[in-house]
Each structure stands twice: as structure tokens, then as C-alpha cells.
């Protein structure tokens, strides 16, 4: 597939935009690409949520490019803990929850995330439910979110039909997972199928080999 012509793309505010991809012979938009602006930290502590302008954004864009799309945003939303499990916080690998989910344990649901995810911090979410997830259903314009912000999470999964990534970090500058498993992710758009992307996680043990100690 190819970009569409810059004039094409839809921005929104500092940080927000949608750039549509159109297919390779150019009639016809086949997906969408958002950069969110997630928020910052809220007031009453824990993290914000995007802005109302960026809200109406999400609501519009479906009949602005005629295409379902994928969400890049830093914070992860709330939603994703439904890819979890509570368990007893005696269980092996249990993870205590942030800020209104503390008190209570989780792992990974195997059965909703694909193999090789991995769950190892608390999803760091907005306290409140700020309604971006309503909006991506109800809207049915969008298939996947793409998330970061928590350094030892790396999972994919799917709620209510939209599928969820989290991404690890990829650099040395501050904590995450063992140096072998720092990554980033790559997603492969196929044309035939193109809400249904494949990915996976590039790791630095895999790419560069084992990390030497500075």
C-alpha cells in the first residue's frame, strides 16, 4: 500500500493527526494511522486522558477517511486490564495493579493474548474512565491500539474486537525488562487483509546479541 498525498492526512492538534493509506492503486483508502496525544499526568494524580478536541477527533475521522485504523498512543487505557487475570498475589508471576487497581493481582490471560506476550508491571492507566475506549466501539472505525509507557509489558491481545499492544522499552536510558528483551515492535500491513496486521517484538538479544555491560 502506499501513503496517501499529504494534503490527504487529517490533523487534529499538536500530537493528534491521522495519516489514511490508500491501496496501491490509489482509489481507495484502506486504513488509517492515528497518532493520539494520550494526556499527561491528571490533576488529581496517576495519568490524564486525551483531550476533548481529540475525543471528537477519534469520533469523526471514520466518515473523514472511510477506513478503519490503528491507534498509537503512549498511555494504555484502562481496558487492557480485561487481557488480565486476577489471581492470588501468592500465585506465580502475579503483578500487583496501579493506582485503583493496587490491592489486587493479575497474569496474563492466556487465552486472550497471542503466545510470547509477557506481563511485567501493572498497567499504568488513567484512574478515571475517560470513554476513548467507547468511542473506538462504537464508532466501528478502529481495529488495533498500540500503546507504551509501561517498560516491562510486552502483550497483544483483544477486547471487544479491537486488538491491544503493548510495547516495552527499547532503550537503555531507564528501567525495563532484561537488556536481551528491550525491543521495539514492527507491524506488517498486508493489502488483502489490511485491518488484520501481523507483529511482533525486534528484540536486542535477538538483533544485536547479548548486551555488553555499559
Known amino acids: 500500500a502506499a501513503a496517501s498525498d499529504g494534503d490527504r492526512g487529517q490533523p487534529c492538534e499538536q500530537g493528534t493527526f491521522a495519516l489514511p493509506v490508500m491501496d496501491v492503486d490509489r482509489t481507495r483508502n ?24 481529540a475525543m471528537d477527533f477519534l469520533r469523526q475521522l471514520p466518515e473523514l477517511i472511510h477506513a478503519k485504523s490503528l491507534v498509537f498512543q503512549h498511555i494504555p487505557l484502562r481496558q487492557h486490564y480485561r487481557l488480565l487475570k486476577e489471581v492470588p498475589s501468592t500465585a506465580a508471576h502475579a503483578i500487583e495493579g496501579y493506582r485503583t487497581f493496587s490491592g489486587h493481582y493479575f497474569v496474563l490471560d492466556e487465552s486472550a493474548t497471542l503466545p510470547g506476550s509477557y506481563l511485567g508491571e501493572g498497567i499504568s492507566c488513567p484512574d478515571a474512565e475517560c470513554g ?39 532503550g ?41 555491560s555499559r
Do not use: W
Not at 492515528?34 to 496517576?46: E, R
Not at 528501567?175 to 528484540?203: N, W
Open 172 to 212: 537503555f536510558g531507564s528501567y525495563g525488562p532484561a537488556p536481551s528483551k528491550r525491543a521495539s515492535r514492527l507491524v506488517e500491513f498486508d493489502i488483502r487483509h489490511p485491518h488484520e496486521p501481523r507483529t511482533q517484538l525486534l528484540e536486542f538479544g535477538e538483533l544485536v546479541g547479548k548486551p555488553s
Open 132 to 170: 476513548e475506549f467507547d468511542v473506538l466501539k462504537s464508532t466501528h472505525g478502529y481495529f488495533a491500539v498500540a500503546c507504551g509507557h509501561d517498560h516491562r509489558n510486552g502483550f497483544v491481545g483483544m477486547v471487544d474486537g479491537i486488538a491491544r499492544a503493548a510495547t516495552p522499552t527499547c
Open 30 to 53: 484502506v486504513l488509517g494511522l492515528v497518532l493520539l496525544d494520550s494526556g499527561d499526568y491528571a490533576h488529581s494524580g496517576g495519568y490524564g486522558a486525551p483531550s476533548g478536541k
